[in-house]
């Protein structure tokens, strides 16, 4: 039995991860943690997620979770994240991170800390968005630098990062295949005049509105046609049960930083 915590608990993904544990043979809620201060602190987490009572109650003591558990699952804010990886560095136990939103530096501090511990980031849990991510790297490359890549998404109007982590790492990919610098060639959004649309630009745009839960669209001008990839999350449970899957692999695991396509084998 794999024992997981949950960061960020009572948030819409935390939530929807308790739930997912509930769902999923071989892996038991170790516990789960809310920012000190927070109002639901002492609540049943399984009440907490809209389930039955677990008898585990939410509290806001990461190192204690650490301690008690094989694995943790964290999606909350960078700031917090960091701090949740030092307890996992502590006790010396696993992590799967899906915040969004990581300076370059804090980027390198996980990457530092994956030396001794077992680590998987990924700013999309779906099977869909990992699929989306090999196959645009290669459409990328096959239709070369003749068609425009415009990246769109769509999330809801409480997201606190833009562009999504999602929209960043496919434009990544994109950049990567393409030979280019994404700091030189990434747009982000338009407005006013301009001798128009410069050759080797990657646009990526934001859109926040209601309750949508993720949409990302990726588009490949050309002189004549349109090739698009497009995703759409219907429910936050996808992200869910593929942070569930990222844990109970990554126990299995030498230290390292991995990402999804490693727990999905979509790797070459
Ligand atoms: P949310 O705001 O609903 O949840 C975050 C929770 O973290 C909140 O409940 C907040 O109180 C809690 N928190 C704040 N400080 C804390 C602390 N010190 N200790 C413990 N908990 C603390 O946000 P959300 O919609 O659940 O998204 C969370 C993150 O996950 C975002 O970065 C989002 O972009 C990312 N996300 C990733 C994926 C993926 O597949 N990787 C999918 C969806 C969302």
């Known amino acids: 039995m794999i024992n997981v915590g949950v960061v960020g608990a009572a948030g819409r993904m935390g939530r929807n991860i308790i739930a997912s544990i509930e769902d999923t043979e071989g892996v038991a809620l170790g516990g789960g943690t809310e920012a000190a201060g927070h109002p639901e602190l002492g609540r049943d987490l399984g009440e907490l997620a809209g389930l039955a009572k677990m ?24 700031a917090v994240s960091m701090h949740t990886l030092k307890a996992v560095v502590a006790k010396n136990k696993a992590v799967v991170f899906g915040t969004t939103g990581f300076s370059a530096e804090q980027k390198r501090e ?17 099977i869909g968005v990992n699929v989306l991510f090999k196959v645009a790297g290669e459409v990328a490359r096959a239709l070369g630098d003749a068609y425009d890549v415009e990246i769109v ?72 046609e349109t090739l698009e990839i497009s995703h759409r999350a219907q429910s936050r449970q996808t992200f869910a049960r593929g942070s569930v899957r990222a844990a109970e692999w990554v126990a299995g695991q030498p230290p390292g930083l991995y990402d999804m396509q490693d727990v999905l084998g979509l790797k070459e």
């Open 55 to 78: 008898n585990v109650v939410l509290t806001d003591d990461v190192t204690a979770l650490a301690e008690a558990c094989d694995v943790i699952i964290d999606f909350t804010l960078p």
């Open 110 to 126: 996980i990457e530092q800390a994956a030396q001794t511990i077992r680590c998987v980031l990924a700013p999309n849990m779906s």
């Open 153 to 224: 998404e769509a999330h809801h109007k409480f997201k606190k990062d833009a562009p999504s982590g999602t929209a960043v790492r496919v434009s990544e990919i994109i950049a990567e295949a393409l030979q280019r610098n994404l700091n030189e060639v990434g747009v982000y959004g338009r407005k006013g005049f301009s001798e128009g649309r410069g050759e080797k630009e990657i646009g990526v745009h934001t859109l926040r509105a209601g309750d949508i839960i993720g949409e990302h669209r990726v588009m490949f001008g050309g002189m004549g």
